[in-house]
């Protein structure tokens, strides 16, 4: 079974092994690396321990506890780059993670994700787009992967080819499923998007993800208001006035959750706004 790639079934059948013999090793070791196949490190890790509490010199379950817990470690320091915004090195991470075995693509499919969005994140959207088609064609068209392709392309403002990835992943959804509902809320953020990018595009004034958090967003404030502000900028006073105004106004919007809702939402954020912003 486990060769076959069945590995709910080597699962099942491990575990009526361990009801009749709980000290079985090779049912653990087996049990273990199908949960690791599966993607489930954690109880993979759990199976190997249980198994070398009564054999700790057992080489099948030493040498796949230590595989697991390799890939876990690198990925726990990719995560961390990630997480501090060390895009570059989160990549490289993630990488190395994957290499220890480019077979697993239960672990890799998923970590591919986070360098997709590293990517992006890093404004090397050509990068983003292509690792995320690569991540469609491998999964067989998995929507989760259609939906990161969409979202990479988003990000870089391929707004119309974003909108198509996004529809086409809903009418592959049966009617009605929670998949679906999400499908279809993609494709109206995917709509407003494509909308917003004909006028006046928040995201794009601070030069940020629309998935960015919201101290991204207070980051890229700072930046660009102390770059653009008008004292600084004597010699381009009225682009900079200008400038400084959009950024102002931006920051205004995004960072407040009930206006970047509204505005994510394609609706109106001030009064008589007529699709252009305050000017």
């Known amino acids: 079974l486990f060769y076959n790639g069945d590995y709910y079934g080597v699962i099942s059948d ?78 490289q991470k993630y990488w190395d993670a994957i290499n220890i075995d480019a077979t697993h693509r239960a672990f890799a499919r998923p970590t591919m994700l986070k360098i997709v969005q590293a990517h992006s994140r890093l ?55 929670e998949e679906r509902q999400k499908a279809n809320q993609k494709v109206r953020e995917a709509q407003v998007a494509l909308k ?31 770059k653009w502000h008008p004292d600084k900028n004597a010699d381009n006073k009225e682009e900079a006035e200008k400038k400084f105004q959009d950024i102002a106004e931006a920051y205004e919007v995004l960072s407040d959750d009930e206006m970047k809702a509204k505005y994510d939402r394609g609706e109106d954020v001030f009064d008589n706004q007529g699709g252009g912003g305050r000017g």
């Open 123 to 177: 404004g090397q959207h050509d990068e983003a787009v292509q690792q995320a088609e690569l991540l469609v064609e491998d999964s067989g068209g998995a929507v989760e992967y259609q939906w990161a392709l969409g979202d990479a392309l988003t990000d870089a403002e391929r707004f119309d080819e974003a909108l198509r990835v996004f529809q086409k992943a809903a009418e592959d959804l049966p009617d009605n499923s």
């Open 14 to 91: 491990t575990g009526k092994i361990l009801k009749v013999h709980p000290k079985h090793l090779e049912a653990y070791e087996l049990r273990g690396k199908a949960y690791t196949r599966l993607g489930d490190h954690d109880l993979a890790i759990q199976h190997f321990r249980e198994a070398l509490k009564f054999d700790p010199e057992h080489k099948g379950c030493k040498d796949a506890h230590k595989f697991v817990k390799n890939i876990e470690k690198k990925k726990k320091k990719a995560d961390a780059a990630f997480d501090s915004r060390n895009y570059e090195e989160a990549i």
């Open 196 to 226: 917003q990018s004909k006028t006046k595009n928040y995201y794009k004034i601070l030069g940020i993800s629309r998935t960015a958090t919201s101290k991204e967003i207070k980051k890229a404030y700072r930046e660009l208001a102390l």
